[in-house]
């Protein structure tokens, strides 16, 4: 009898101790989902939107791109209707752009000179998934951008430098996930979108329409590949380029990027940002703040991207005035090296007459080109001429292709 006691103790406690390593290996278990980020186990559920969502502001800087300026601003993300599981909100900045640094243009040619003030505002909503795993959102917005030149970075020297004023409007799509995500968006300038820079440029602002494809490395290292297709400037800036990202939390609110963007307008650009927004999580627990530290989280307070004013400059001469025909020879050769004797260069360069003239050597003008310049004008019957781009920099003259006339 007391056998059969010792072994059902034994049993009963063999059996308890079993059961009881079941809630252990349950959490291990669980511990493991937490690790691979599911909604449900970082407690994203169980924030209130309400009360976790509020205004931030700060400043951000970037470096001259493609087009862009380098400016510095402040910005905020103010949200205007919270609810339990979307935000609507409003997305505003202003900058100060500054001018080209080292002569080296951002828009091709002429230098952007001087600082003057420009703005951007996107009203957007943002939504969560059923399980809040993915963000979406849509943005649209205004664009504004006054800007001034100087001289250029061709060796042309320019007069009556004007300040110019650019507007575009905009809208975008998000989709962000813990691990991936999409921004599509376009940029398409309104009122004048051309303008007279100086004696030789005109410059104008470009439609964009792209897609940006994200990959969250880590947490807090995040990178993109993008294409995008531009157009405008007198449709000489149209084609396509591609652009990369690299983007690093450094801390709380601070965020530090590089950029490299390829296109035939821009041909290689790399550019450089930083931004800070005070109040970013400022008001979370802790074990909120861990929770908000997710992509997902993050997004639906992060500012809009993709909304600088994009401005393409290019060389041009009413080659189709039948004064120019002949006085422009003359004025390039009396006064060699001017702007008018490099466009008479590239003009001939186009017509296959000339040798290949880069900007060192500019100075020299060929005979034919006095001779040629006029008479294949002459020839042509006052056709008008297709722009491409020349060797020192600027834009030129070239004669169409016999199906163009």
Not at 60 to 69: E, M, V
Not at 355 to 376: D, F, H
Request: net charge negative.
């Amino acid at each position: 009898m007391q056998y059969f006691k010792r072994l059902s103790l034994s049993l009963a406690s063999t059996a308890a101790l079993t059961l009881a390593s079941i809630p252990f290996g349950a959490a291990r278990a669980d511990d493991t989902k937490v690790a691979q980020g599911t909604a449900a186990d970082l407690g994203v559920m169980s924030i209130s939107l309400k009360d976790a969502i509020k205004p931030n502001f700060g400043f951000q800087g970037a470096l001259q791109g493609a087009g862009t300026p380098n400016q510095a601003g402040i910005g905020g993300f103010l949200p205007l209707v919270t609810g339990d599981n979307s935000v609507f909100f409003l997305d505003a900045q202003a900058n100060a752009n500054f001018a080209d640094f080292n002569n080296y243009s951002s828009i091709i040619n002429t230098t952007v000179a001087g600082t003057t003030i420009s703005t951007s505002s996107r009203l957007g909503y943002r939504w969560l998934n059923s399980d809040r795993s993915w963000m979406f959102g849509v943005n649209a917005g205004y664009d504004s951008r006054p800007m001034a030149t100087g001289g250029t970075d061709t060796g042309v020297n320019v007069s009556n430098s004007s300040t110019v004023f650019y507007q575009q409007v905009a809208a975008g799509l998000e989709a962000v996930s813990n691990t991936w995500n999409f921004n599509a968006y376009a940029l398409v300038p309104v009122g004048t979108k051309e303008y007279r820079l100086n004696s030789n440029y005109f410059g104008g602002s470009l439609d964009t329409y792209g897609l940006d494809v994200g990959y969250a490395i880590t947490p807090d290292l995040k990178a993109s590949l993008g294409y995008y297709y531009q157009q405008g400037d007198f449709d000489i800036a149209d084609g396509s380029g591609i652009n990369g990202r690299l983007a690093y939390n450094i801390s709380n609110g601070l965020t530090a990027g590089v950029n490299l963007s390829y296109d035939q307008a821009f041909e290689t650009r790399f550019s450089a940002d930083i931004k800070y927004r005070f109040g970013a999580n400022g008001n979370k627990t802790p074990s909120e703040k861990k929770v908000w530290q997710t992509p997902v989280m993050q997004a639906l307070t992060e500012t809009v991207r993709n909304r600088d004013v994009k401005i393409h400059d290019f060389f041009w001469d009413d080659w189709e005035n039948p004064l120019n025909v002949f006085v422009n020879p003359l004025i390039a050769l009396i006064a060699p090296g001017t702007a008018v004797e490099m466009q008479l260069l590239n003009f001939v360069r186009g017509t296959g007459i000339g040798s290949y003239v880069n900007r060192e050597s500019a100075e020299y003008i060929a005979s034919c080109t006095i001779i040629a310049g006029p008479l294949a004008c002459l020839l042509l019957g006052g056709a008008p001429l297709q722009r491409n781009r020349n060797a020192n920099g600027g834009w030129g003259g070239r004669l169409p292709d016999p199906g163009e006339l």
